[in-house]
């Protein structure tokens, strides 16, 4: 098993960083006559929304059957949203309430984001929604107002050492503090992205862990790379030799790595359309164009004006 599944939280406590968004909901949630019936959380990716939700789910007091977790890969339009109403009128079998939690959201069709408000504005009282999206600009407005929203935080540095030095020690393992500090770099934040890195790292000899936490930072290093070329237009050829040497990487990765980047250039500067007009060409996800449609978009940033 993974170690990022392994070592998956299962209690509020569990969960490192986002004190504020776990101390607030944790207060809604107990108060049991009057908490809110829809809570929408949003955040970069791998940052533990499923996580949260599966606990919120609990500290509610669903059980059993009566908790559903469906993904996009789950989704058939109005359909799925029909079938979520149909269900939601009968009463839960196990535990004090039912519970939905939707993942990745925001790849609803309009029409099933329309009957899901219809849902969300008159919820039956032993119901509640959890709805989870990396992308909530592209939700109805109306459905986000319709829910308590909470935003999950990437953990900062110290926040992600302390989560890799819980998942080493619990499988009896060392690391060197060298090849720790390489791997909570290489995170850029991201705790999944951490424990997927740290596996690698500690299936292999310990004298080969650094190299094989720098190799992740490389690759790393690249998209940082491409992210630079984009943004200070140094030409199309510079730009193809970098998207060349990605291609074994998941494009969808490569597109959420440049908007993290994007936005941490935005906020430090006074004024940048290049690089918001990067962020526009980078908005919507790769899932159907994959790595052609990333390099088309990279080549619509450097020619298009
Ligand atoms: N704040 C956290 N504290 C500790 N571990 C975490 C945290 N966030 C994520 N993780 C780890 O990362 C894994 C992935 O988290 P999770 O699936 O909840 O992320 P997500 O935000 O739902 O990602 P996605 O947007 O890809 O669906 C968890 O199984 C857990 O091991
Ligand atoms: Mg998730």
């Not at 006559?33 to 809570?39: K, V």
């Not at 059993?64 to 009128?89: H, K, L, N, P």
């Not at 526009?280 to 996800?285: L, P």
């Amino acid at each position: 098993m993974s170690l990022y599944l392994k070592y998956r939280p299962s209690t509020f406590e569990e969960i490192i960083g986002n004190e504020n968004v776990i101390e607030a909901i944790k207060n809604l949630i107990a108060d049991k006559n009057n908490r809110p019936h829809s809570y929408l959380l949003h955040g970069p990716t791998g940052c533990g929304k499923t996580t949260l939700a599966r606990i919120m789910s609990k500290e509610l007091g669903c059980k059993g059957s009566d908790y559903r977790e469906i993904d996009s890969a789950d989704f058939r339009g109005i359909d799925t949203v029909r079938e979520i109403r149909r269900q939601s009128q009968f009463k839960p079998l196990e535990g004090d309430c039912k519970v939905w939690v939707i993942d990745e959201v925001h790849k609803m069709t309009g029409d099933a984001q329309n009957a899901m408000l219809k849902i969300l504005e008159d919820t039956p009282p032993h119901v509640y929604f959890i709805l989870c999206t990396t992308e909530p600009q592209k939700l109805l407005p109306t459905i986000r107002g319709r829910c308590s929203q909470f935003q999950v935080q990437l953990l900062n540095e110290t926040q992600m050492t302390k989560l890799l030095h819980r998942v080493y020690r619990k499988e009896n393992q060392k690391l060197e503090k060298e090849v720790l500090e390489q791997i909570v770099q290489d995170s850029l934040g991201h705790p999944r992205n951490a424990l997927q890195i740290l596996e690698q790292v500690l299936v292999v000899e310990p004298e080969q862990r650094l190299a094989v936490a720098k190799q992740t930072a490389e690759k790393q290093s690249q998209v940082i790379e491409l992210c630079r070329a984009l943004l200070n237009n140094t030409g199309w050829k510079k730009v193809a030799n970098i998207l060349s040497g990605l291609m074994d990487e998941e494009p969808e990765n490569i597109r959420r790595a440049i908007l993290g980047y994007c936005q941490t250039t935005l906020l430090k500067s006074s004024q940048n359309h290049t690089v918001a007009r990067i962020m526009e060409e980078m908005e919507n996800d790769l899932y159907a164009s994959g790595f052609p449609g990333l390099v088309l978009r990279c080549y619509r940033i450097v020619f298009v004006e």
